[in-house]
Structures are given as C-alpha cells and as structure tokens.
C-alpha cells in the first residue's frame, strides 16, 4: 500500500447562530517521524488555534498509533507509539459553550518505524 502525503495550510472560520466563537487554524501541525516504542516529545495541537486551551475546548485525536493521546483540556499531543505504520491523524477542538456545536479540526500524518 503507497501512502502521499501533502502539507497544506488550513484556514477555518466559524461560529455558530449564537455567536459564541470563530475558532481557525493558520498552522499546520508538521507532519511526524516517530520511533515504535519510544516516547514521543509533545506536540502542543493547540499551537495556532484562535481557541485558547483552558477555556472551555474540548481536544480530541483520532487515527493515532496504540500509546497516543491527547489531553482533551490542553491539546498536548503525548505518549508512546506502538506498531509501526503510517497513521494519518485528526486533531479536532470543539467549543463546549457552544454544546460541541462548533467543531474544527487539522491533520497530521506520522511515519512509525
């Protein structure tokens, strides 16, 4: 299986009828190369967001390798990978004043190896 991979810049605006909040993207979050059974150094996901961590977000990832987590209140992405491959994964944050109503969200891919 052959896997391309491109790096795009993703701009996101967007608030709900309300008006609770426009949330974008401006940075990429750099796609990783990541050894199978060590410790990955944290990746700040919130890096970039007009969302600030702490103040009412919710962080989720998805796609990542067993061992990898994000903190859903801080957006820090850490851990251990375990089995290698290439994982393309979805850093989503989502407004909780608006009732998760407002959802974004940027991907990443990493090579385990």
């Known amino acids: 299986m052959s896997t391309a991979s491109q790096r795009h810049k993703l701009q996101v605006h967007g608030s709900d009828s ?8 401006t940075t990429a979050i750099a796609d990783q190369t990541w050894t ?24 989720a990832l998805e796609g990542a390798p067993s061992g990898v987590t994000i903190n859903a209140s801080t957006g820090s ?17 989502s407004d909780n004043a608006s009732g998760g109503i407002n959802c974004f969200s940027n991907y990443f891919t990493a090579t385990v190896s």
Not at 20 to 25: A, C, E, F, L, S
Not at 77 to 93: F, H, L, Q
């Open 18 to 25: 309300l008006g609770y909040r426009t949330v974008r993207k």
């Open 77 to 93: 992405i850490t851990g251990t990978p375990s089995g290698t491959g290439t994982y393309r994964m979805r850093v989503s944050v």
């Open 36 to 59: 199978d059974s060590v410790a990955i150094s944290a990746i700040d996901a919130s890096t970039g967001w007009s969302a600030t961590p702490g103040t009412g977000e919710a962080w």
